[in-house]
């Protein structure tokens, strides 16, 4: 054997040696590259039983009266090596009132399209009993016998989009939704001369469409998408007439009419160095309502409120890091909203003494709105950052008012904070946001005078204001924390803190908002035991807290709101894989009312609201392809709200409760099975 033959012996036997410790890595990443390439079609079908009827439990998924449903998912997709173009049939809660379905082809980095389809369900969740006939229809009579109320609606949801990309960086994208609303819901009409409430179904017929198309360019520093987002609804059923109760001042009752809108955009940014860039948004909205009237106007005039609003918003910003530990950051934005809805006389003119004239009111509104931000990076692991925000609203007004108006508000907030990585384990950030909210002076409010046209000169009342106009001073702090003692456990830490103390007063009475407050708190933890057994927990505690004082009394309002959860995730066995989460939620609302001149407290009824859930399953394969999965639902909803408790309803006979407890059980048993 020559010499030449012993050194390729060698490297053979090297090579041989080397492809037994490579070939088995490169084949399980042949594997994972080829399940990227094509993965796993599926298919599960089986069958679930809800064991009662309920209100809350099947509200929007379909499952909502006792009995057995169809289960049935799939996911089927296939690739075309050669070109790269994909297809994929997804379909989720097929025998369910809640199904979905989608079809999906592209070609990566070409052309794609879709074709989507939904179903939407809503079953009432009150228990309705009432001798009302006609519910669904437009015209409602009272009958003589009373009959539990079905109570529900169905959307119907059809999309399609397609998108396509060309050369020299252009792309454009097209998405257009037609959906359409049919069924009923719960409405009414208040009593007048002491009567009670009238109980009304409002039937709904109604369609949705909405269109979005862009353009793009992107070529590296300079990013650009402009479009045209168009909205339609029409609404099939134009008005609402009963003759019982009482009926004559608000019979028919006009439903929500026709309208349609349209928005023109443009969006983009730009890379000025690789620390600097900007970004920018202008964008023009017309929206327009001039369906016909259901009865004419009193003088004959107009057919149709020829409702017309147009937006216009033009935005900026920028980012910076000037030097490697300072960051600067500044947003702007402008948006005038500019009500073009001609001015009539919708209602007689009601004579001296009223802050109305039957006139309808346009409303404009100017908003500015601007941010600045800096953030500084310090020694050990410090990172300071302060923020300033400025928003302005400028709106018009008018001499009569029912209630009190300024025509400026302003608020500025400024918020300082830091934020450090306190060891490899920990880290954290403490906030602190001022605000102060203020404007011009409020308008008093003019009482019309005896003769219309004539020169008011009498003051009303400017007591009342709308929350969003009163003088607020807002103080809130943020802690949050992030912590991982050993390595398969994390904690995170989040604490808000807010506190808002309003000036109300508008004529030394002392009313209007006092104060609100809001703390939220949450705690969420992960452990993984190993590999195969995982738990999480969470909770979260919210308290609001509201007070007001009205003429009569000071009225207070608190939510408080705990709610917690735990959930595993094991694998006991290389077939068996099981879970669990288990949650539960108590939501209390009080109502207290206190005479001003008397400490007398005048409590409502505390309504207690509590959820508790538990969700388990497990699944067996068979093999790599098929196996079972078993489901289980505990569900159970309280509450002793007593909204429902108090009202009385025309027809008489006619009763609106909310069940509880409402306790739900569910098991579902599918079979699944997965292929390429």
Do not use: C
Not at 137 to 157: A, C, F
Not at 244 to 267: M, W
Not at 341 to 352: K, L, M, S, V
Not at 595 to 613: C, D, E, F, N
């Amino acid at each position: 054997m020559n010499s030449n033959s012993s050194f390729e012996f060698r490297l053979t036997a090297i090579a041989v040696a080397l492809l037994g410790i490579t070939g088995p890595v490169q084949a399980a990443e042949g594997d994972a590259l080829k399940s990227m390439i094509t993965p796993d079609s599926s298919v599960d079908v089986g069958g679930g039983y809800v064991d009662s009827d309920n209100g809350y439990f099947g509200e929007y998924n379909g499952l909502n009266e006792k009995g057995g449903y169809l289960l049935l998912d799939g996911d089927i997709k296939t690739r075309d090596d050669l070109t790269g173009t994909w297809m994929r049939l997804r379909g989720r809660n097929l025998g369910l009132d809640s199904r979905e379905l989608r079809w999906d082809h592209n070609r990566q980095g070409n052309w794609g399209y879709y074709l989507e389809y939904n179903e939407i369900p809503r079953f009432e969740p009150l228990d309705v009993t009432s001798s009302v006939l006609g519910i669904g229809s437009t015209n409602l009579t009272s009958g003589t016998v009373t009959v539990p109320v079905d109570i529900e609606t169905k959307r119907k949801r059809f999309s399609l989009g397609f998108d396509k990309m060309f050369a020299s960086n252009w792309d454009f994208k097209v998405d257009f939704r037609n959906e359409t609303k049919k069924g009923e819901r719960i409405f009414g009409a208040g009593g007048f001369g002491g009567g009670g409430i009238n109980f009304l179904a409002e039937p709904i017929d109604s369609t949705i469409r909405l269109l979005d198309a862009t353009v793009g360019y992107n070529e590296g520093k300079l990013n650009l998408v402009g479009g045209i987002y168009g909205t339609e609804y029409r609404n099939d059923n134009d008005a609402l007439t009963w003759n019982f109760g009482q009926a004559g001042a608000l019979s028919p009752i006009a439903l929500p009419p026709d309208n349609q809108s349209y928005q023109l955009y443009v969006t983009g940014g730009y890379s000025f160095t690789p620390t600097t860039r900007g970004t920018f948004k202008v964008a023009y909205t017309k929206a327009e309502q001039n369906d016909n009237f259901i009865e004419p106007m009193l003088n004959n005039t107009r057919t149709d409120l020829g409702g017309k609003m147009e937006t216009t918003l033009v935005q900026a910003g920028i980012s910076a890091r000037p030097m490697p530990k300072l960051s600067l950051s500044g947003n702007f934005r402008y948006e005038e909203r500019d009500d073009k809805t001609p001015i009539e006389q919708y209602i007689p003119y009601p004579g001296a003494g009223q802050t109305w004239d039957g006139m309808n009111e346009p409303r404009d509104v100017k908003t500015t709105y601007g941010k600045v931000e800096a953030s500084y990076s310090l020694p050990m692991g410090f990172r300071a950052i302060g923020e300033i925000q400025y928003e302005q609203k400028d709106r018009n007004t008018y001499t009569f008012r029912s209630v009190s108006h300024r025509e400026k508000t302003d608020e500025t907030s400024y918020t300082a904070a830091v934020r450090r990585s306190i060891s490899e384990t920990v880290t954290g950030g403490l906030s602190y946001t001022y605000a102060d909210r203020n404007g011009s002076d409020f308008f008093t409010n003019f009482v019309t005078p005896a003769v219309q046209g004539a020169t008011p000169t009498v003051l009303g009342s400017n007591r009342y204001a709308p929350l969003t106009y009163a003088d607020r001073k807002r103080d809130k702090i943020r802690l949050s924390l992030n912590w991982m003692p050993v390595e398969p456990l994390s904690l995170q830490f989040y604490a808000d803190d807010i506190s808002d103390r309003y000036n109300g007063d508008r004529d030394g009475t002392g009313v209007g908002p006092r104060k609100g407050e809001q703390r939220v708190y949450a705690v969420d933890a992960a452990y993984s035991f190993n590999q195969k057994w995982q738990a999480t927990a969470w909770y979260n505690f919210n308290q609001y807290k509201w007070q007001n004082t009205i003429p009569a009394a000071a009225d207070t309002w608190k939510e408080d709101g705990d709610a917690f959860g735990i959930g595993f995730r094991g694998k006991p066995h290389e077939r068996v894989e099981v879970g669990a989460d288990y949650s539960y939620s108590d939501i209390q609302d009080e109502w207290t009312q206190q005479s001003p001149t008397a400490a007398v407290i005048v409590p409502l009824p505390t309504a207690t609201t509590r959820l508790t859930r538990l969700n388990l399953f497990g699944t067996y394969a068979f093999d790599k392809s098929s196996g079972v999965r078993l489901d289980y639902i505990y569900d159970r909803f309280s509450t002793d709200d007593p909204t429902w408790n108090s009202w009385v309803y025309s027809p008489a006979n006619t009763a609106v409760t909310q069940p509880s407890p409402q306790k739900v059980n569910f098991v579902g048993l599918r079979y699944f099975y997965k292929f390429r």
